[in-house]
């Protein structure tokens, strides 16, 4: 079982940046692929980005590539994600994830999720 914490949302004009972050329960936190997906207003789910547990290896939806970039610190069992040139259409509710490592980048990928934080770009 591991327990995910959000935080960081917020509003922010357009062009502008957000940093999310992400807490992890448990010391096992870096056996897992973590993922960051948002879910806008009316839609479903969507993938956002995904990072190995190891750290080394990163996937992008193409919505964010070069705006937005992941990271994580094993040793204090935190995720985030920078966002840059935000645009209205990145309004959503952000969630983490954590899911085996040698699975994909859809959301039954993931077995663990936050709560989600809320992110508002106004135009």
């Known amino acids: 079982q591991v327990q995910l914490v959000e935080s960081g949302g917020g509003l922010v004009q357009a062009g502008g940046s957000l940093r999310l972050s992400c807490a992890a329960s448990?010391?096992?936190?870096?056996?897992?692929?973590m993922g960051w997906f948002r879910r806008a207003p009316g839609k479903e789910r969507e993938f956002v980005v995904k990072?190995?547990?190891?750290?080394?290896?990163?996937n992008y939806a193409d919505s964010v590539k070069g705006r937005f970039t992941i990271s994580r610190d094993n040793a204090k069992n935190m995720v985030y994600l920078q966002m840059n040139s935000l645009k209205p259409e990145d309004t959503a509710v952000y969630y983490c994830?954590?899911?085996?490592?040698?699975?994909?980048?859809?959301?039954?990928?993931?077995?663990?999720w936050g709560q989600g934080t809320q992110v508002t770009v106004s135009s």
């Open positions: 990072v190995s547990a190891s750290g080394s290896s990163t």
């Open positions: 994830a954590a899911g085996l490592d040698w699975l994909g980048l859809q959301p039954s990928d993931f077995r663990f």
């Open positions: 448990g010391r096992t936190f870096s056996v897992y692929a």
